[in-house]
């Protein structure tokens, strides 16, 4: 499963809060939820993303609450792919079920800049910085985690599975 997309740098401890206010989780309904992503960090920034732009963030990406909207948020605002070097692990699992693409790359802040061109493969480990030809590997994903993010995430990989 390979993306690649234009990056958008975030810095360390971005939480679920900036990435997804509170006040949109009830009033706006999920398909339109991509408009308010990364509101509470930079409220322009969903206006900048385009279809499968990649973003890059530092340490402890998501932290915060377990709400299931930020990453769906995430997806719904055009991003192909998530690549931090570390990220909490409920964020880490709900990326996954709602479909998004996902790796860990331990220093990878030091080694992009916005606007470079990111190439992604989750099923291989690898991610390549094709702006600036630095490759780094990460741990594939597994079968497992990878057929629910082919399928779109896990409410649609369960609907596949009891057809």
Do not use: K
């Amino acid at each position: 499963m390979e993306r690649r997309g234009r990056v958008h740098r975030l810095p360390d401890d971005v939480d679920t809060d900036q990435i997804l206010p509170g006040e949109f989780l009830t009033t706006v309904p999920n398909e339109e939820l991509g408009e308010y992503a990364l509101r509470g960090y930079d409220p322009d920034f969903a206006a900048r993303i385009e279809a499968g732009d990649v973003l890059v963030a530092g340490t402890n990406f998501g932290l915060g609450s377990s709400r299931e909207s930020a990453p769906v948020a995430l997806r719904n605002a055009g991003v192909g792919a998530l690549v931090a070097e570390s990220f909490a692990r409920i964020f880490y699992r709900n990326a996954i079920n709602v479909g998004l693409p996902i790796a860990v790359v331990p220093g990878i802040s030091d080694h992009v800049s916005d606007g470079d061109t990111l190439r992604v493969d989750v099923a291989r480990g690898e991610v390549e910085n094709l702006t600036t030809g630095e490759s780094f590997d990460t741990d594939p994903l597994p079968p497992d985690l990878l057929e629910i993010l082919e399928a779109g995430g896990l409410v649609a990989y369960r609907q596949r599975a009891t057809r």
